[in-house]
């Protein structure tokens, strides 16, 4: 079992294009059922109420691939596209 303030610390990852995409600011959850909906978190220049534009971005609970030790990876958004970079 994990606790609310342990995925508090943990850093979001998205796995489509490896951004780091903030850290989690609040917890939506159905305590009919005691389970978490969604996470609403920050943008990835620190960890205050709110992001850059004042408000956070939501990331469902079937939007995370995995919860490691130190982020949480999610699937979200469209593939990174490789024609951004001059390689």
Do not use: A, H, P, Y
């Amino acid at each position: 079992m994990i606790r609310v303030s342990d995925i508090m610390e943990k850093e979001i990852i998205n796995v489509k294009n490896g951004k780091r995409m903030g850290f989690i600011t609040d917890i939506d959850m159905d305590t009919n059922e005691g389970k978490i909906m969604s996470f609403t978190i920050t943008g990835d220049l620190g960890r205050g109420i709110f992001s850059r534009n004042g408000e956070g971005q939501v990331i469902f609970w079937n939007d995370i691939i995995k919860i490691g030790c130190d982020t949480i990876i999610v699937n979200i958004g469209s593939e990174l596209n490789i024609d951004e970079f001059n390689i």
